[in-house]
């Protein structure tokens, strides 16, 4: 089953143009319709054209997606009793993922203007629900191509209305300037040099990593959906010996890679992004501030390119020698700790109720090989803030939060781990994350989502399933060789997790 053949032709270029573009509010209303579509479209066992995914719902219900974004069971419990740190830590933090950063601190290049532009889906701190990012297989530097840049937003110059000069200083034009992953954007001196850095090409092809040319070494580019990050904290909290546990317990035909990096002065198992490159959410946090946005931080001082520094387009000043641009503040905070803070307090997504037909699915689930990868039990440490790392000002995480995250039981749905997709792979290289390995996706919350996978190539769950190949190859066949009613069970069972 080859992902190019099933993706509709423009699909990359439209949606990201519409990712990038929505604001965060036009996201969330945006996503119920896909909801209604998703619930109608999991009825379908089989993987099914676009076409029939337009089709006017057939089952109207809309899946539950309430509890989604909420802070842990535990803090709430504490507010309940008075006790508002964790909260108010909870909520800052909400507030400052959702900022939107303006020039001359956002840029030189950069995808995004806020963490909440692509972590919206159906809450702050879910998925992007569109194609947010583009990496490209060449590119040794690694991260994502940059979409926009800063000496390109204000290409619209000062307006005029007969006369008079209205917004002299120039308008940003929509979305932000020209991206360079449209063909027939005119760079910007920044955009060149980020097309050179990154070997980015509008001509590059989607990689296969079956075919001949992608064999011969050819490049080509991936794309990358953003994740939901619910829950996160409790999977910050896991031991490195857990994840080395849960391997060698695992058949060998489907055993996962632990990788490990080297992250804020300690080895540590890193269970982060689509290749599994990051332990930490302070560790994601500094990157993401960088490379989505391009902000620097106390722990990611340098700019990606100084090519837009010092310089001033329409009176606008586009990037200034203030690196690092967020900076420590009286709390020993700077703003990617306030990241940090929001995606640790994160309670995972509520389980809905299971019926019958779930109920039986929970056991297909088990009986197929799902739950060998998609392994539903895990727990944190017993003192979690002795390894997660303290904030940039030296601020450890509270004895309240330590308490609610340590030896805290919960369900994920997935093993954290990499794995052989086969032909599923990315095609990117990632220090022990090979072209063709990919990190398990939780499947809990995977009913909020309007795409699955890491290009968001399918639509519902029984596609994403019929795309598993490599040490996922016979869970597929295993699913697809039950009835159309059993099938129905298992997909009913994923829908409340
Ligand atoms: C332009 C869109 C975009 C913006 C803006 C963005 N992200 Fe992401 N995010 C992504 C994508 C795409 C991924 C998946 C990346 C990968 O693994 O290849 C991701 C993944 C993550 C992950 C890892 C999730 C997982 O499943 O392991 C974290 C944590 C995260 N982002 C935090 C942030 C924070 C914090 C910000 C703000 C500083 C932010 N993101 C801004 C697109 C974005
Ligand atoms: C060998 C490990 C493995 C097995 C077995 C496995 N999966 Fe997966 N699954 C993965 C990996 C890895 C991904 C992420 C793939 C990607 O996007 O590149 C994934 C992704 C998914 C997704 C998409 C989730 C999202 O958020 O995008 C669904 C749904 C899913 N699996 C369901 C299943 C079901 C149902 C079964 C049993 C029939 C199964 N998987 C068996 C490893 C596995």
Same mark, same amino acid.
């Given at each position: 089953m080859r992902s190019n053949v099933h993706r509709p032709s423009g699909f990359g270029l439209k949606v990201r143009a519409a990712a990038l573009a929505v604001s965060c509010a036009t996201v969330v209303a945006a996503s119920s319709t896909a909801q209604a579509q998703t619930t109608n479209s999991s009825a379908q066992p089989q993987a099914t054209s676009s076409a029939a995914q337009l #089709? $006017?719902? #057939?089952?109207?219900a809309v899946t539950n997606i309430s509890g989604f974004g909420d802070p842990l069971g535990g803090i709430k419990v504490e507010a309940a009793l008075g006790i508002n740190g964790d909260l108010q830590t909870f909520a800052t933090g909400q507030l400052n993922f959702m900022e939107v950063d303006s020039l001359p601190e956002l840029g030189p290049i950069f995808n995004s203007r806020s963490c909440g532009a692509c972590h919206s889906q159906p809450a702050i701190g879910g998925s992007g629900e569109f194609i947010n990012e583009v990496r490209v297989r060449n590119n040794t530097a690694g991260g994502p191509v940059h979409i926009f840049a800063a000496d390109n937003i204000l290409r619209a110059g000062p307006q005029t209305q007969g006369s008079l000069v209205i917004f002299p200083n120039g308008l940003e034009s929509t979305p932000l300037g020209c991206q360079i992953t449209a063909p027939g954007c005119s760079q910007s001196a920044c955009q060149v040099e980020e097309a050179m850095r990154t070997t980015f090409a509008t001509t590059l092809g989607l990689c296969d990593t079956t075919s001949a040319a992608f064999a011969s070494g050819a490049n080509c580019t991936a794309e990358r959906q953003a994740t939901p990050l619910f829950g996160f904290g409790l999977v910050e909290a896991v031991a490195n010996g857990t994840f080395d546990a849960i391997a060698a317990a695992q058949p060998a035909a489907i055993r996962g890679t632990v990788k490990r990096v080297t992250e804020l002065g300690a080895t540590r198992v890193a269970r982060f992004g689509w290749k599994d490159d990051v332990a930490t959410l302070r560790g994601f946090a500094a990157d993401a501030y960088l490379n989505e946005v391009g902000v620097t931080s106390p722990d990611a001082p340098t700019e990606r390119s100084t090519c837009a520094l010092n310089q001033t387009q329409f009176g606008v000043l586009l990037d200034a020698s203030d690196d690092p641009e967020d900076t420590i503040d009286s709390n020993g905070r700077a703003d990617i700790d306030r990241f940090a803070d929001f995606q640790r307090a994160l309670a995972p997504p509520p389980q809905l109720q299971q019926n019958a037909s779930a109920q039986a699915g929970h056991t297909l689930f088990q009986n197929i090989g799902c739950a060998g990868c998609h392994v539903e039990t895990i727990t944190t440490a017993s003192n979690p803030a002795s390894f997660i790392p303290r904030t940039t000002g030296g601020v450890p995480i509270s004895n309240t939060l330590n308490t609610i995250l340590s030896s805290n039981t919960f369900h994920p $749905?997935?093993?954290f781990l990499l794995h052989d997709m086969g032909s599923l792979g990315d095609g990117i290289t990632s220090g022990a994350a090979g072209p063709t390995m990919m990190r398990t996706a939780p499947l809990?919350?995977?009913?909020?989502?309007s795409r699955l996978l890491h290009d968001g190539r399918a639509e519902d769950v029984a596609e994403a399933i019929a795309f598993h190949d490599g040490q996922a190859a016979a869970a597929r066949a295993a699913f697809q060789a039950l009835s159309p009613a059993n099938q129905q069970k298992v997909l009913d069972f994923i829908n409340t997790i």
């Open positions: #089709q $006017f719902p #057939q089952n109207t $749905f997935g093993d809990w919350g995977v009913r909020a989502k």
